[in-house]
């Protein structure tokens, strides 16, 4: 499958945890978004990388949230000090071409519980 | 802030009932409109891309119109595996997209 590969699927912390979404783009793509997904809510939009480079993170709250994109390797989204807030659906998204293109991939998803 | 509402929130049909979603929006500079499928447990998938007033797209049972101020998804004799929610996205001057909240199609047989 050389679709957008996200893992973990699911995932459970504890209030204070810390919380690592990894999310490989599809082959031949350089361009990965992150957005979030709440129950009733359309998805929203947190940051936007390229290989080393973090084009826009508007979207990220101010604290506790990081995002990057190495050179090797899957792009990381971390979520320091978890709270029950954090609880949601990460979707991975990735694209071949650039400047926030509208037609992305998706992952399946990472679902994150709070306890 | 832009906006995009869709409705209705959920929308019953039978099988070969043909109906319209709809996606109004407030944007300031409309680059694209996006239509995407999601499927429970699943991320989006792509369907349409629309540009202009007046363009239209079509795919399979699926019809994507495009006016200054809302979209049409248009589902002609749908089957149960057209069951699924149909998400609405506009993308601005800023170039990020605003996903609508979603309408979520059941098709009985």
């Known amino acids: 499958n050389a679709g957008v590969m996200q893992n973990p699927r699911h995932l459970v912390r504890r209030r204070g945890q810390e919380a690592r979404l990894r999310c490989s783009p599809m082959?031949?793509?350089?361009?990965v978004y992150w957005y979030r997904q709440l129950p009733e809510e359309g998805l929203k939009f947190m940051v936007y990388?390229?290989?080393?480079?973090?084009?826009?993170e508007s979207g990220m709250p101010k604290e506790r949230f990081s995002a990057e994109f190495p050179k090797e390797g899957p792009s990381i989204l971390r979520i320091q000090q978890v709270v029950r807030g954090d609880s949601a659906a990460y979707f991975c998204?990735?694209?071949?071409?650039?400047?926030?293109?509208?037609?992305?991939?998706f992952g399946e998803g990472s679902r994150l519980t709070v306890l | 802030e832009d906006q995009v509402t869709q409705s209705p929130e959920a929308l019953r049909l039978q099988e070969g009932e043909s109906s319209s979603l709809n996606c109004s929006y407030t944007?300031?500079?409309?680059?694209?409109l996006f239509w995407y499928r999601q499927d429970p447990g699943k991320g989006p998938e792509f369907l349409f891309t629309?540009?202009?007033a007046g363009e239209e797209k079509e795919k399979e049972r699926l019809k994507a119109t495009l006016t200054k101020k809302e979209s049409f998804l248009h589902i002609t004799a749908p089957k149960p595996e057209d069951s699924a929610t149909y998400l609405c996205?506009?993308?601005?001057?800023?170039?990020?997209?605003?996903f609508g909240a979603g309408t979520t199609v059941t098709v009985r047989a």
């Open positions: 998204a990735s694209s071949r071409a650039g400047t926030y293109t509208g037609e992305l991939f």
């Open positions: 082959k031949g793509h350089s361009h």
């Open positions: 990388l390229q290989k080393e480079n973090i084009i826009d």
């Open positions: 944007v300031s500079g409309l680059r694209g």
């Open positions: 629309l540009y202009s």
């Open positions: 996205a506009v993308q601005a001057r800023d170039y990020k997209l605003s």
